[in-house]
C-alpha cells in the first residue's frame, strides 16, 4: 500500500525473514545428513584401528587354530562365498522370472495387487522367522540336512522378495512409451522385452543383485540353525557339506571364545564390511556407468 | 460392399474394396464418450484427412484401428472394423495385424537404439537377418522419410541424440520399415519445422501410391494439401465425410464444417 518510490528489488521485512528460515532449514538439513555420515565413519575408523593389526596375509589364508583363539578365517571366508554363490543361483532366476511376469504380463488386478502386497511384507519378516522356515522346510522336510544347501535356500528365500522388487523397479524405468512403440509395430510382450526392455533394465537388475549379495553375506540368524557350523577346520566339499560363516565366526568369537585377543573379533568384522563395502563399491560403480550409458 | 461406394472422383481408387470399413464405432474411456457412433472409410490409396478441434475423438479413432485399447486402461472399443474385408477384432494373430500397420504419434518416440537399430527392428521382428538387406531397408526408409543424407555419417549414434524434427523424421522411417499397407499419422509435424514437414508431406502424397494413410491433422490447411478426402470430426461426433476440393470449396452438408474450417471456433 506504500505510494512512495521504493529502490527496486529492495528488501521487506518479509524478504528478511524468508532468508533466515531458508538458511535454518538448509543448515538443519545438512546437519542431519552429517548425522548421518558419523556412525559409518566411526564404526569404519574403530574396526581399522583396533582390528587392522590381525589382518594379515596368513590370517585370510589358514584356518582357526587354539580353540579359534588364533590362526586365520578361511573357513569362514570361504564358506560365506559358498552360501552367497548358492544362494544366488537359487534366488536370481526365480526373482527375476517373476519380477519381469508381474511388470510386463500379469494384468492389473486384485490378485496381482496380492502378490505385490505379499512380496512387500515377505521383505519385512524378520529373519529368525526365516530361520526356523529353514529349519523346518529345508533341514527336516526336505532332508538336506543342516547344510550349504538348506542355508542358501534359506537365504534366497529371504532375498527373493529383495530381488523382485528391485528387479521390477528396473523394469518400471524403461518408459513404457517404448513398449508401447514396439507394441504397436506388431511385437509381441516377449520380443518388446528382449530386445528394449531388459537391455535397458539389465545393468539396474545386476546393481540390484549385487546389493543382495552384500546384505546376504552379513546375515547371520538364518544361517546357524540351517548350515553354519560352530567350528569346522575344513572347507566345504559340497552344497551338502556344513561350513563355518564370516557372520557366524564373528558371533562366536566375540560371545563364546573369551580368551580370543581384542583385536581377533575386529580383525573379521574388518574383513567382514571390506566384502559387504567392495560389492557395495561395485554396485555404485555400475550406477554410475549406467548413467552414463542412458539412452534416453 | 463394391459398388456402395460411390467414385468421388479423387485420385484415390475408389472402385476397389475400401481397406478399411468402421461402422458404428463408439470409444469409451470409463464413462467419458471419446467417439460416438462412427462410420467411416478408408480408401485405397488415398490420404483421409481427418481435422477437428482437440478432443474430438482424432487419436482414439486411430488407436482403435491399430487395436491399441488392449494396452491402454480404460479404453473401450464398440462397433465393427473391417481391415481389408476382415473383422480386426476376430483377427486371432493380432501382431500381424499390427505389424500392416505404421503409426506415426504427435511427439516422437526414438527407442533407445541406434538409428540404424530403430529402423532395422521392424524387419528383424519379421524375419529378415541378412545384413545386406537390412543395409538396403533401411537406407530406403530413411531416404522416404527425408532423413537419410543428415545421418547417414551416424547411423551408429542413438536416435535420442537427434533433434527433435529428426527423431519424428526417425518414427516415421521406423514406421515404413514395417513396410505397412496402413499408414496413421497423428499430428505429426508438431515438432518438426515448416521446410521438413513440407519435404516429409511431399513423400506422403508419394507413398499413397502404395499405402492408405489416414492423416490427424490440426492444420486445416495441412488437410488442405494433401487429403483426397477429409472427415470433420467434433466432440466424439462424425460431422462429415467429402472431398477435401469440396469442403474446402465451401460445399458442405453441415454448417459446423464450414465455421470450423474458417477458423470460427475451434
Redesign the interface.
Known sequence: MTTAPMELFAGTPRNARDHRVEWLVRTLLGMMTALLIVPVVIVLALLVVRGGSAISWEFLTTPPVDGMTAGGILPALVGTVWLVAVALVASVPVGVAAAVYLSEYAPDNWLTRSINLAIINLAGVPSIVHALFGVGAFVLFFRFGTSILAASLTLAVMTLPVVIVSTRESLQAVPRAFREACWNMGATRWQTIRRIVLPNAVSGILTGIILEVSRTSGETAPIMFTGAAFFLPFLPQGVLDQTMAMSLHLFVIATQVPDAPDALPFGVALVLISMVLAMNALSIGFRIYVRGRKKW | MVAGIAPNGAEASADAPPKVVVQNLTIRYGSHVALHGLDLSVRRNEILGIIGPAGSGKTSFLRAL?R?DE?I?EMEVEGRITFDGRDIRRVRNV?????????VFPLP?????TVYENVA??P???GVRKGSELDEIVERCLRRAALWEEVKDRLDS?G?LLSGGQQQRL?IA??LS?EPDLLLLDEFSIAVDPVTTMRIEDVLKELKHEMSIVLVTNLVQQARRLADRTAFFLTGEHVETSDTARIFSGIVKDPRTHDYIEGRFG
Open positions: 491399430n491399441m494396452f486402461p501382431y500381424a495385424l499390427r505389424s500392416r500397420i505404421g503409426v518416440v526414438g527407442l533407445p537404439l527392428l521392424a528383424r521382428l519379421r542413438l535420442s518414427t521406423r514406421a514395417q
